[in-house]
């Protein structure tokens, strides 16, 4: 990635990664607790099953974020993103009900729904480049000031 598309990414991927993290075991924490006070184990396993998909996808989706910043890859990186962050959690999601039907009955389909939303809007906004800061030394940023 060159200097100036580094400048428009709001954080590196390593800050991305540990923020995408945090923000999950914080779901995880709530969905966790309400898998076990409602199917016991397995609504804990199909909480952390849900959480790893959609942890994967996400920061598999997020590599590919800084390639949408340059105008030659922009569909590429799109596409491929787009692949990692819905493909994961889907195949875990068909994968699950047709090899592991306890998860599916303890809502992990659910649980892949409480993960995935708020995980999108984060690298939603981690996609989004800075707003452009205005000049300091100009008449028009000191009006109102006297």
């Not at 945090?22 to 804990?44: H, M, N």
Request: a positive charge.
């Amino acid at each position: 990635m060159d200097e100036e598309n580094a400048k428009r990414c709001r954080f590196g991927f390593v800050a991305r990664s540990l923020i995408l993290i945090g923000v999950t075991a914080a779901i995880y924490a709530g969905a966790a607790a309400w898998g076990w006070r409602q199917y016991k184990i397995e609504g804990v396993i199909a909480a952390s099953v849900a959480a790893g998909a959609c942890l994967a996808g996400a920061i598999g989706a997020t590599v590919f974020t800084p390639w949408m910043h340059n105008p030659q890859r922009v569909m590429p990186g799109l596409l491929v993103g787009m692949g990692f962050r819905m493909g994961v959690p889907l195949l875990c999601g068909i994968f699950s009900r047709i090899a592991f039907p306890p998860l599916a009955e303890a809502g992990l389909l659910y649980y892949l729904v409480v993960f995935f939303l708020p995980l999108l809007a984060l690298e939603t906004a981690f996609s989004l480049p800075f707003p452009p800061s205005p000049p300091e030394n100009t008449p028009s940023s000191n009006k109102g000031a006297n």
